[in-house]
């Protein structure tokens, strides 16, 4: 169920960074952001890696020059990614079409696909190799937007590493971004899918005004050093195959049985967390559920638009009430959180950015889930088919560890299809939460199922 580090170490040979930019002249334009991508909590780099294995029929062809070549084709059609953020007044970002490119490593790796072992998955050894982090280039203004290092692999596979800014695009615009690539890659002249910016249509209203509530931004004072340590981490991935989320729907009250399986890993994964960091019962815990918006929308936001369109809405209760209720009372939580994302809420969401300072969402005891399963990493093909491993290169966001887990679909090595989750905890409380994770997947006998409709939050509280 669950995996320790790889202890694989290898050498990556790196030749000096190069901008890669747009093939043809783009227009030099300024554009505007939208009121959800440039938030705080949105400004940083997102890591993904996508691993591909050698592939016969295409001796000859340097994956290097294939995806140099196609990122140049790609970003005609995607020009703002070769720009550069600018912060205007009030912290309104604005991409300042330059054309100066994206940033791309060509790279050479002494080691096989193979010697990565059979679950690909984070956390990857040699990371920082593989993903090299170019001096000056990973701030939020003034840098390139992307960063792409393709590494070559001595049994022919390669690895491509990519580091997005968070503000341009969540993980569907980037997979629309990468699918693109992919296209242009294998000898389309244009993707299927063309790229939509109009990020005016998640702007604030004029005048702005809040009518949801959000929870999810309050400011709370990290009296007690409740953020996560930095020092003493430990990373570790899990792996739940249908026998395993069987096994933790038995605590599922009857009521609650139609959850789907984010929700009951969520509500077990934020209670054994909570359980594994021992807070005081009295200090408020919460749970950050990213929920894809664009169907939220009358009529749906555009087919092709890649910016920002999710919001994070908060689950919020007490370590005490967390830890010592059933699992429902976590599970009707993480619903209810979720059900409040609505068109009327991304308005009021963009309303309160601007008329708050474009906050940070919460982080003081906070854990966020992100579920990016079908989100298509994995089926980004450059022409050597499709990817061995696709997806969140490590749990976190930004600076800050042990903050989120992603959910990423994973095949073991017996074929079997579940769900990958990195967690990242304290040495000691990852203990207690593998721990406390095994009696719940292991319980002996299954628990009696509440059949009553009554909510455990009515009643909890």
């Known amino acids: 169920m669950a995996s320790s580090p790889n202890s694989l170490v290898f050498t990556v040979r790196r030749r000096q960074p190069e901008l890669v930019a747009p093939a043809k002249a783009t227009p030099y334009e300024f554009r505007q952001l939208s009121d959800i991508d440039d938030q705080e909590g949105l400004r940083f780099q997102i890591p993904v890696i996508q691993f591909y294995k050698y592939d016969p029929s295409m001796q000859g062809r340097d994956p290097v020059h294939v995806l140099r070549e196609a990122i140049a084709q ?5 020009y703002p990614f ?4 600018r912060e205007g007044p009030n912290r309104k970002l604005t991409v300042e079409c330059t054309a100066e490119g994206v940033m791309f490593i060509e790279a050479d790796a002494d080691v096989t696909l193979e010697q990565f072992g059979d679950a690909l998955q984070p956390p990857f050894p040699c990371l920082e190799e593989l993903l090299y982090n170019v001096r000056g280039s990973d701030g939020v203004l003034n840098c390139p937007l992307l960063l792409i290092q393709v590494t070559r692999l001595q049994c022919g596979g390669f690895i491509v590493a990519l580091r997005l800014n968070h503000t341009m695009s969540d993980a569907a615009g980037l997979v629309q971004f990468m699918t693109a690539l992919g296209e242009i890659a294998r000898g389309a002249v244009s993707p299927t899918v063309q790229p939509v910016w109009q990020r005016e249509l998640l702007n604030a209203r004029y005048p702005p005004r809040v009518t949801c509530t959000h929870r999810e931004y309050e400011e709370v004072e990290d009296t007690k050093g409740t953020i996560i340590p930095l020092d003493d981490m430990v990373h570790r991935s899990f792996f739940f195959r249908p026998t395993e989320v069987s096994a933790i729907r038995r605590f599922v009250p009857q009521f609650l049985s139609k959850c789907s399986t984010f929700e009951v890993l969520t509500a077990c994964l934020w209670r054994c967390r909570t359980i594994a960091l021992q807070k005081d019962p009295n200090e408020e815990v919460r749970v950050l559920c990213i929920v894809n918006a ?3 929308f009358n009529p ?3 087919v092709g638009y890649y910016g920002n369109a999710f919001a994070f809405p908060v689950a919020v209760t007490t370590a005490g009430r967390l ?6 009372y976590a599970l009707e939580l993480v619903r209810k959180a979720k059900a409040d994302v609505t068109e009327e809420y991304m308005r009021s969401l963009a309303d309160l950015m601007v008329i708050k300072g474009r906050p940070h969402f919460t982080v003081v005891n906070s854990y966020l889930m992100s579920d990016v399963t079908r989100a298509g990493f994995g089926e980004v093909d450059f022409g050597w088919g499709k990817a061995a491993y696709g997806g969140p290169a490590k749990g976190g966001v930004g600076a800050i560890p042990g903050v989120a887990s992603f959910y990423i679909p994973f095949r073991d090595n017996r074929g079997e299809d579940g769900i990958v989750v990195p967690i990242c905890l304290p040495a000691a409380a990852m203990e207690i939460f593998v721990k406390e994770l095994d009696t719940m997947l292991n319980a002996d006998e299954e628990p009696i199922r509440v059949q009553s409709s009554t909510s455990f939050i009515t009643s909890a509280l």
């Open 323 to 328: 830890c010592n209720n059933p699992l429902g």
């Open 294 to 296: 664009r169907s939220k």
């Open 300 to 302: 749906p936001l555009p």
């Open 82 to 85: 070769a720009g550069r953020l």
């Open 74 to 78: 790609t970003l005609v059609f995607y």
